[in-house]
């Protein structure tokens, strides 16, 4: 299980570092809402588990680029630091989904061809969040 909070926590600080808590909190959130569907019988194409849904191609670009991979000192970084924390609580089921279900998400800037039609189940940040299948 450490290996799975550490690849959330490196997914989170990836893909938020820049941002408030709150949108950490989402982006965990996002992952394990995932996970939750496969677990609960739902066949997704992201995988079964921590490790495959963030590490699922086209999926984070944080592990898309290598130049931005998530290569942390993690006992010198606060910031993963906390982003550790917040996998922590997610892991436990202690992290209350702030995306009401959300599975997708884009910054309000971009205009992604899945998001036309959809409906954001919640904004947090500049990030939209779709609980679309």
Not at 52 to 63: D, G, T, Y
Request: proline letters at 4%.
């Amino acid at each position: 299980m450490d290996k799975d909070i550490q690849i959330l926590a490196k997914t989170i600080y990836g893909e938020a570092k820049n941002q408030n808590i709150s949108v950490m909190e989402a982006i965990a959130n996002t992952i394990l809402n995932r996970v939750r569907l496969s677990q609960n019988g739902i066949n997704t194409w992201w995988g079964n588990n921590i490790r495959e849904v963030c590490l699922k191609p086209a999926q984070f670009q944080c592990w898309e680029r290598p130049s931005e991979t998530p290569e942390i000192n993690s006992s010198d970084d606060a910031i993963y630091q906390i982003c550790y924390r917040i996998a922590v609580r997610a892991v436990k089921g202690l992290l209350k989904d702030n995306t009401h279900g959300g599975l997708y998400y884009h910054d309000i800037n971009d205009h992604p061809k899945w998001a036309y039609g959809g409906v954001p189940c919640a904004q947090i940040g500049s990030l939209l969040f779709y609980d679309i299948i």
